[in-house]
């Protein structure tokens, strides 16, 4: 007799349509990453504010471009633990159950970030660094277990999971914005917090519908192997932590030193990450023969990414000096600002994936809508450039200025996030599967680490200078990417 998988283990298949035309664990997986993305999201889009707010209205009392470098850095960690996360669902874990301690981690995080004391920013912002390295690479990876290789559903599906991320993106920032300009930015914090709990508790009850629902890891270390794991991680942290505190309590570790420590260590993880994954046994030749078109793809994503991440920081100090936020008399947060952009991606997503299913093999090259998601990016900074150029003193912008700057930004990320995490899938060799979605998350790593140094640059030139020369970057970064085309479409099967 022969023995069958679990169900939750089977190959994908063409049948389940359940979720508009797609595997009901999409729709799980879609509700998680809405509430996730609404806790980190409308998080991130008070904490420049909050970090750069006076003492006496409950900030941390930072100079703006120190804020907005913190931030930065903040987002570095975020995804350079990412790498971390990705082993442990490989190795120890699972992608389940890293997933859901990813969640309840995040969660925690966000309660300790509600009391209103500032040692408890740091400690929470620990925990939801921790948490998110979890669940934000296996979550996608996920995703791309439900689809088998060449099911054409599954650029489509990418992008519908997309957009549960935006519907996060999009209400986060009017909630806790509304919570944390207008109340307290505790209150802010303690909306995300009950979010993230939404989004633990859907995910558990949704789990029938996931695969890779085994308690053990897919590629688990030996018994022997785990305690060395377990040890070494456990005394590192700990070296970690003596360290830390040690150089804290000698006045060298300073904040500007952290950043750079963090910028530092986000250039070498992917470079160090790479090279290992050029060099595992593991890894068969075709296997590395479709690494090396990735990593035209990371680059694009850092470049893309660079400019992303800047809506929370440099775009989000903009819009709070220099925004008009009336309408009709109704007076509403600057962060409302930072919902544009989830509002675009939630509307323009779903007439994305359908005009990717309607087309079917006649679609652009996967290297293509990146490309295009590059300069879409760089087209939103320099938007930028005729709203602040000849502007100094008290001055304001009208609102048609963002909204256009975050609907091209908005249209970039949906064709190269969505995109990038299906080639991801696609790209990865069998033995690093959840650990090649982190090296994409390392790609945003790396643009937080570069904008942690770029930042400081903000208010020290002119505005129009500072997006100017940034968007232009992205602009040319994605023509270089169509002028590889030729060679990234013979590279890069089975992505199409």
């Known amino acids: 007799m022969t023995e069958t998988a679990p169900v939750d283990e089977r190959p994908p298949t063409k049948a389940d349509h359940s979720f508009f035309g797609h595997p009901r664990g999409l729709l799980t997986l879609f509700g998680l990453e809405m509430w996730e993305r609404f806790s980190f999201l409308g998080m991130q889009a008070i904490l420049v504010l909050y970090f750069a707010d006076t003492l006496a209205h409950g900030g941390l009392g930072m100079a703006s471009n120190t804020a907005a470098s913190v931030t930065a850095a903040y987002g570095t960690l975020v995804y350079l633990v990412s790498v971390a996360g990705g082993w442990l669902a490989d190795r120890v ?72 991320i935006n519907i996060g993106a999009f209400l986060g920032p009017l909630i806790t914005g509304w919570l944390g300009q207008k109340i307290g930015w505790h209150w802010g914090f303690s909306a995300a917090a009950i979010g993230m709990t ?59 030193r952290t950043v750079d420590a963090v910028t530092v260590v986000s250039v070498l993880a992917p470079v160090v990450y790479f090279t290992v994954m050029f060099r595992s046994p593991r890894v068969t030749a075709p296997e590395r023969g479709r690494l090396r078109p990735y990593v035209v793809l990371f680059a694009a994503s850092v470049v893309f990414n660079f400019i992303l991440f800047q809506s929370y920081s440099t775009m989000t100090l903009l819009a709070a000096d220099h925004a008009r936020t009336s309408v009709l008399g109704f007076d509403f947060p600057s962060t409302w600002y930072n919902s544009v952009l989830g509002v675009v991606e939630v509307v323009l997503a779903p007439f994305v994936a359908a005009l990717w299913v309607r087309m079917g093999r006649r679609q652009p090259h996967a290297s293509h809508k990146i490309a295009y998601g590059v300069i879409l990016g760089g087209l939103s900074f320099l938007v930028m450039v005729p709203a602040t150029t000849g502007r100094a003193g008290d001055w304001k912008m009208a609102a048609w200025w963002l909204v256009v700057s975050y609907v091209l930004l908005g249209l970039g990320d949906i064709l ?18 959840s650990q090649t979605m982190a090296l994409w998350f390392l790609s945003l790593a790396l643009a937080n680490g570069i904008q942690a140094q770029t930042v400081k640059l903000f208010g020290e030139i002119s505005n129009a200078l500072y997006f100017g020369a940034n968007g232009a970057v992205a602009v040319l970064a994605g023509i270089a990417v169509i002028a590889l085309g030729p060679w990234l479409r013979r590279t890069m099967h089975p992505v199409h």
């Not at 088998?148 to 999971?161: I, K, Q, W």
């Not at 890891?217 to 360290?243: D, N, Q, Y």
């Not at 190269?416 to 599967?433: D, I, R, V």
């Open 93 to 164: 874990l699972g992608t389940y159950r890293a997933v859901l301690w990813g969640g309840v981690l995040i969660a925690c995080g966000h309660y300790a970030m509600a009391v209103p004391a500032g040692a408890m920013t740091w400690v929470g912002l620990g925990l939801i660094i921790a948490g998110t390295g979890l669940l934000k690479p296996n979550v996608s990876t996920m995703v791309g277990k439900l689809y088998a290789t060449d099911d054409e559903r599954r650029d489509a599906g990418f992008a519908l999971y997309y957009m549960g």
């Open 416 to 433: 190269l996030e969505t995109t990038g995490m299906s080639a991801t899938t696609k790209l990865a060799p069998a033995a690093f599967a």
């Open 198 to 256: 939404f989004g633990i508790a859907q995910y558990v009850l949704g789990r029938r519908g996931l695969v890779g629902r085994k308690h053990s890891a897919e590629f688990a270390l030996p018994p022997t192997a785990m305690r060395r794991a377990g040890l070494l991680t456990a005394g590192g942290v700990v070296a970690l932590a003596v360290i830390g505190l040690a150089l804290h309590a000698a006045g060298w570790l300073t904040m500007d």
